[in-house]
């Protein structure tokens, strides 16, 4: 029968799970974890008869051996937590190795044949969610500290897992459960109708929770860059130099580059790293009228790629007036976040008619991707949009992921629902209903309260060691 994730996890608690915690391949150090109530017991059964002893929070260098042909298999340093005070609340054992794949196979091996069980992804991390030693959004940020791409996104993973996003919600959660007791007294006691005094500082109250829970959900597109990333997509018409471009910013040939019109004619992307940021580059087809079919194509799809960039490089071609075409491109990507780059000014150097156009607009860059003028800005001008929104990470608490947003931005609708049926007189208990789901929302944000399916899905995303 199958068993769900979470099920299994749940059913299989009281194993005693092993895995290797370090990356595979060969490395100084390699990390055993054991962690259970006979993980104790079975560490010893590694070491030598005389030398069994344990002390809480102390390393100690050991001997460890084949516990049935008794030949020396490694020294390791040996380190012992004791219930409840580790990782995952439970006794935790790890042994520090020399990182041979075939030394770690070896104990891994015999500790499963003394009785201990393979460790699922994420389990050692769903026991300590399940024993309180963390919440859901702090599990999250090892995954997110683990994978991190730039400095910023550590930093940001290493403030979750310290409990500052869990912290932030607090006292919105005590706000918002203060109004529900409230109005559910109202509702029960008929004779405490609020007053019309009171009932503008509930006003009050519910409109700084709207914006508190407003503020969190519009983080994400911040925080979505910390872990991520930043992708730029190149745009223009045909031949105005997009290809000479990306291949100056990278720095190597990597796209093909000719006279002839249509010569792009599918997505082309490579990253690289500017100031710490990594940067997804795209190199589009140009945006024409086309007969050919595989080039039609390669522009359907850049149409596309304007929806998932984060910064639009509008290439034009110095020297040239304003195509009707590049108008119609430029009011098309009016909402995304651009930047102006106009190329080829080492030939056409008359681009005073197009700086003039968007003067006002400041993101405007001239270039010779011919000779490399001006690249230099460009990168510049792309790491000023994006530590626009990078500097707000410093100093603030942001919603790092997809399932974070998804509940934020439902607590939000539901604040603005309590709004609306309180002002429209639709009914206390019509609020109510409201202001417990979105505290419902907040509390599944936490683990508090959480849609059991879900848990399989998010800690199945861990390695085999957390």
Same mark, same amino acid.
């Given at each position: ?11 299989? /608690? ?6 290797? #915690? %370090? ?5 100084? /150090?390699?990390?055993?974890?054991? =962690?259970?109530?006979? #993980? ?42 004791? #219930? ?11 042994? &520090? ?39 859901? =959004? ?109 291949? &100056? ?59 998932? %960039? ?31 780059? /106009? ?17 006002? %607009? ?105």
């Amino acid at each position: 029968m199958f068993i769900p994730q979470f099920l299994h996890f749940i059913v299989l /608690i009281n194993d005693t799970i092993v895995a290797v #915690s %370090t990356p595979p391949g060969r490395g100084g /150090i390699g990390v055993i974890r054991i =962690s259970g109530e006979n #993980s104790v017991s079975l560490a010893r059964c590694l070491f030598a008869q005389t030398d069994s002893s344990l002390v809480h929070a102390r390393a100690s260098l050991r001997n460890l051996y084949h516990p049935r042909e008794k030949f020396l298999i490694d020294q390791a340093v040996v380190t012992y937590f004791q #219930s409840p005070q580790s990782f995952t609340g439970e006794d935790v054992v790890e042994l &520090s190795c020399h990182g041979s794949p075939v030394v770690l196979t070896c104990l891994i091996d015999e500790l499963l044949n003394l009785g201990a069980r393979s460790a699922e992804p994420g389990e050692f991390s769903f026991r300590a969610f399940i024993n309180g030693k963390l919440d859901l =959004s702090q599990a999250e940020a090892i995954n997110d500290i683990i994978d991190a791409k730039t400095f910023a996104g550590m930093r940001q993973a290493a403030r979750q897992i310290s409990g500052e996003l869990s912290f932030s919600l607090f006292p919105i959660k005590g706000d918002l459960l203060d109004l529900i007791v409230l109005f559910e007294s109202s509702i029960e006691f008929v004779e405490d109708d609020l007053d019309n005094l009171e009932s503008l500082k509930i006003q009050q109250l519910l409109s700084r929770l709207i914006l508190s829970v407003e503020a969190f959900t519009n983080s994400y597109h911040t925080g979505k860059l910390l872990k991520n990333g930043v992708t730029v997509t190149l745009a223009g018409y045909p031949n105005v130099g997009k290809s000479s471009i990306f291949n &100056s910013l990278l720095g190597s040939e990597r796209a093909i580059v000719t006279h002839v019109p249509g010569t792009t004619r599918d997505l082309i992307s490579e990253t690289f790293s500017l100031d710490g940021i990594p940067v997804t580059l795209v190199d589009t087809a140009g945006i024409r009228e086309s007969l050919d079919i595989v080039e039609s194509l390669g522009i359907e799809r850049t149409r596309r790629a304007f929806v998932d %960039t984060d910064i639009l490089l509008i290439v034009l071609e110095a020297g040239k007036s304003i195509s009707d075409d590049e108008e119609n491109l430029l009011r098309e990507v009016a909402g995304i976040p651009h930047c102006i780059v /106009i190329n080829k000014i080492d030939v056409g150097e008359n681009s005073r008619e197009i700086c003039s156009r968007f003067e006002e %607009t400041g993101n405007i860059v001239e270039v010779s991707a011919l000779t490399n003028y001006g690249i230099n800005k460009l990168k510049q001008a792309i790491i000023q949009q994006v530590t626009t929104d990078l500097r707000l990470s410093q100093s603030e608490v942001l919603i790092t992921n997809a399932r974070q947003h998804d509940l934020m931005r439902r607590s939000f609708d539901y604040l603005r629902h309590a709004q609306v049926s309180l002002t429209e007189h639709l009914g206390d208990e019509i609020v109510v209903i409201n202001l417990q789901n979105a505290l419902k929302c907040l509390d599944e944000m936490t683990g508090a309260t959480t849609v059991e399916e879900m848990l399989g899905e998010i800690f199945s995303k861990f390695c085999i060691g957390k």
